[in-house]
């Protein structure tokens, strides 16, 4: 961990494919260019050494998580300086530095930046679910069939299916702020929780208090370590609350789903890290707000800004570029979803009916709940709401999408003023690169090591 490269933004997709050419010079690096991005932008695949266990990292699962850039580039830099610890494993690294390069691109804005809450909101770019690398792999469960994967998934549907690897480590990271929280494809026990939590701890990096997304579907192994996501399960759980769980979801399955297919023994790992610390997250002091309450006051006031912009769509539509990437997550997230509007939209992270019913909810909130209503459900759909006012800026400028444009600058901006309010802004604390790279890639060891011990035993 001490040789670790230090660095003073997140990579950028031309940093991490200037390493990559360079790496072609070493021959212990095997590089082939697995495919190219629907924009013509090459996907690699890093090969380096031999082992019983086979190790996949894959670096921008989602365009908007960048600290998996920061890993990949570690990782492939103390490969390349034959780091005794990496060498003596009896591992073959598989590294995809960028699977999504399009997508990665598209969040530069910010991610090359010193990072404020309102730059990510005004750069943000995440493609709806089903047009997602993470979350368009083919599916038939019930009445869930799926088989459109995009082409980046493809390529890497392609990759794993050659591999096969033992360890596959999806670098994600959460939407911004709050706490960390780890997903598993099995518990790893005791031990290696602590390993996690001193790791976490060293770096100041609270746990996440509540349970990811929807409370109480997913098995639990310890304060903030729980099973990894699976599609299944979540439809299962719509089912419960929807009588059309395949039109909940509406999207693939993930990469974790078809790995577990591959390999019903892999070990898939990932590691939700945030950007920023609160003194609040991680708070387990009781507040005097009902935790439901919040939720759908928040829930409500998502709801107000999407139907301004399914107002504003009407005036300004025939005026938008719709060759725009903006413009297919816009149609896909919200004006073809119209009528799924009063469940909530897909990208929020919490639907209305699962806010009214669900018993986790119908309690007072405690200061890490409050912040993560705030930061999650909140913050979160704002930053996909407003790339319809990115895709205003990147069409022609009609008075019509200027109008548009300058209504819901007004309307972003009061919702930033209201959060600053709730939320003390001034006591957010940007962590730093060189602690976000070091906290998920020594993870990632660490559970890559209880997967080594169990394989030797």
Not at 9 to 15: A, L, N
Not at 62 to 88: C, K, M, W
Not at 202 to 209: A, K
Not at 359 to 368: C, M, Q, R
């Amino acid at each position: 961990m001490r040789e670790v490269p230090s660095f003073r933004t997140f990579c950028s997709v031309e940093k991490l494919q200037t390493l990559v050419e360079t790496l072609r010079a070493d021959s212990s690096f095997e590089i082939e260019e697995a495919g190219k991005s629907e924009n013509g932008r090459p996907i690699h695949h890093v090969r380096f050494g031999t082992g019983s266990l086979k190790a996949m990292f894959v670096g921008f699962p989602h365009p908007n998580e960048p600290i998996g850039g920061l890993t990949v580039f570690s990782l492939l830099t103390l490969l390349s300086q034959r780091n005794r610890a990496l060498i003596d494993a009896d591992v073959e690294w598989h590294i995809v530095p960028c699977i999504d390069p399009d997508g990665a691109m598209l969040n530069e804005g910010w991610s090359q930046k010193a990072f404020t809450l309102e730059r990510y909101m005004r750069n943000f770019h995440r493609q709806e679910m089903r047009d997602q690398v993470e979350c368009s792999f083919p599916i038939r469960y019930k009445r869930l069939e799926f088989n459109r994967p995009i082409k980046e998934t493809r390529i890497l549907m392609g990759l794993l299916t050659q591999v096969r690897p033992d360890f596959y480590y999806s670098l994600h990271n959460n939407s911004g702020a709050g706490g960390a929280w780890l997903l598993l494809t099995r518990d790893i026990g005791q031990k290696y929780h602590r390993e996690l939590y001193k790791l976490l701890e060293t770096y100041r990096i609270p746990l996440q208090v509540t349970e990811p997304f929807r409370a109480g579907w997913l098995t639990r192994f310890g304060e903030g370590i729980y099973e990894n996501f699976s599609t299944t399960k979540m439809y299962d759980l719509f089912e419960q609350t929807t009588s059309s769980p395949e039109g909940s979801l509406q999207r693939g399955a993930m990469s974790f789903d078809y790995i577990a297919q591959l390999k019903d023994s892999a070990m898939s790992f990932v590691s939700e890290l945030p950007y920023v610390r609160h003194p609040s997250a991680g708070s387990k002091k009781e507040t005097t707000q009902n935790l439901r309450q919040l939720k759908l006051r928040m829930d409500a006031d998502n709801k107000f800004v999407a139907t301004l912009i399914l107002e504003e769509w009407e005036k300004v539509k025939g005026d938008l570029d719709s060759s725009s990437p903006f413009y297919r997550k816009i149609v896909a997230g919200i004006i073809s979803a119209k009528e799924k509007l009063p469940e909530g939209l897909r990208t929020w992270p919490a639907m209305t009916q699962d806010i009214l019913f669900n018993p986790a909810y119908g309690k007072k909130a405690t200061e890490g709940e409050r912040f993560d209503v705030y930061l999650i459900d909140r913050f979160f759909a704002l930053c996909h709401s407003y790339e319809f006012v990115r895709l205003l800026r990147a069409s022609t400028q009609t008075p019509a999408v200027r109008q548009a444009a300058e209504r819901l600058e007004r309307v972003f901006d009061e919702a930033l003023r209201e959060l600053a309010k709730e939320i003390d802004l001034d006591e957010f604390e940007v962590l730093d690169c060189d602690s976000l790279a070091r906290v998920q890639f020594g993870a990632g060891l660490i559970v890559l090591n209880s997967v080594l011990e169990s394989k030797a035993s």
